[in-house]
């Protein structure tokens, strides 16, 4: 134990200490300012570049469809996989398109029945779309049983084709947007839309190469990391800086985030809707990526002739039947040969820009 021994001893050392303490305490203060100091100067600064964010979106000078690939969209499908993909993901594609004076159609493949809801979810989007600006005789929400909702269910990439060719020839579209392979979330419904897009624009292709019409084009919505995505409003500057790599690549900014809000708004039966619509970038901005016919499917090889397994040991007579049989072929492979080169030679040249 520590005592003084004097009076003045405890007196000094009694200053010292509350010497010290308003050191301390003034030291206190001054570094709690300097740290609101530094807080309130990043808050203002994220609020200037949230209103540049906002003013940039207003002006509708990023991405506007003249600087765009997509400069002569025509008359505009969009296919995705339930009532609310078009507010959440979509609504910035929407709005910008219509800003531009351009007719835009929507295909839902389901009526999002998942949970029974089908017919209720069905009146919401068609209210949501008249809140887009979308016009009911532009709306087509189909519940095909074989295109049903849900994180289970397989979706036949031919039969999806086969619906987005019929919508596309009823309509006389001239461009597809949907999702991209990564569907956004990862849904298995919203890659579905994109496969059974591109199954539909690879046979396309296929006919065209052909020479008898023209094919729409087809664009995708790009997925972005978690981190991009949940960057909200500032993903436009590095949107800005990213999405416009040549001309396979595209980028469409918010022009209505009323009408948007109106539309989610719609969605009633969507619990907890506005985090999806307030926290992510898809809200404020879409980049899209050309879609391109698949070629792989058409670069493996045939079919393996039935037979040639169980002659595989007996080589000897083996090499006639497939020399037939190749010959029988010849001449679709001969087809899908020049298809495949013409193919290449296209994409390596859109690579190479
Ligand atoms: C949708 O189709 C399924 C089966 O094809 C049916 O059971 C369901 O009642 C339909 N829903 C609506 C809202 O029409
Ligand atoms: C890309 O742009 C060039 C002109 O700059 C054009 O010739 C080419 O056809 C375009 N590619 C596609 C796929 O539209």
Redesign the pocket.
């Known amino acids: 134990m520590f005592l003084p021994e004097t009076i003045q001893q405890a007196e000094t050392q009694n200053s010292a200490w509350r010497a010290s303490t308003g050191r301390l305490f003034r030291c206190r203060q001054a570094c709690q300012d300097r740290g609101a100091n530094r807080r309130r100067l990043l808050i203002a600064s994220l609020l200037a570049l949230c209103v540049g964010c906002l003013l940039l979106l207003e002006s509708g000078s990023v991405g506007s469809l003249a600087e765009s690939?997509i400069s002569n969209p025509g008359r505009v499908l969009l296919v995705t996989a339930h009532p609310d993909d078009e507010v959440i993901f979509f609504s910035s594609t929407i709005t910008a398109l219509h800003a531009s004076g351009l007719e835009v159609f929507l295909l839902c493949l389901t009526n999002g029945d998942a949970h029974g809801l089908g017919g209720v979810r069905e009146r919401e989007l068609r209210a949501a779309a008249k809140a887009l600006q979308i016009d009911s005789a532009h709306l087509n929400i189909l519940n095909d049983s074989r295109i049903q909702d849900g994180h289970h269910e397989e979706w036949e990439q031919d039969y999806v084709a086969n619906v987005v060719r019929k919508e596309v020839r009823r309509l006389l579209i001239n461009t597809i947007i949907t999702f991209d392979p990564a569907g956004v979330t990862g849904h298995k419904n919203h890659k579905g839309c994109h496969d059974g897009v591109r199954q539909y624009v690879t046979a396309c292709a296929m006919e065209e190469e052909e020479g008898s019409k023209k094919c729409p084009?087809a664009w995708s919505l790009t997925t972005t990391d978690d981190l991009r995505t949940h960057l909200s409003i500032f993903d436009i500057i590095y949107s800005a800086v990213d999405g416009h790599r040549?001309?396979?690549s595209a980028m469409f900014l918010n022009h209505d985030l009323l009408g948007m809000f109106r539309a989610m708004a719609a969605h009633k039966s969507q619990s907890r809707w506005w985090r999806h619509v307030l926290l992510t970038r898809y809200t404020f901005v879409n980049t899209l990526q050309?879609v391109k016919p698949l070629l792989t499917d058409w670069a493996l090889p045939l079919p393996v002739p039935a037979g040639l397994d169980s002659t595989a040991v007996g080589a000897g007579g083996v090499q006639g039947d497939l020399i037939t049989t190749a010959a029988a072929s010849s001449g679709a492979v001969a087809k899908r040969g020049k298809f495949m080169a013409r193919m290449s030679r296209?994409v390596m040249?859109?690579i190479r820009?």
């Open positions: 690939p084009n040549g001309n396979e050309r296209r040249k859109n820009r």
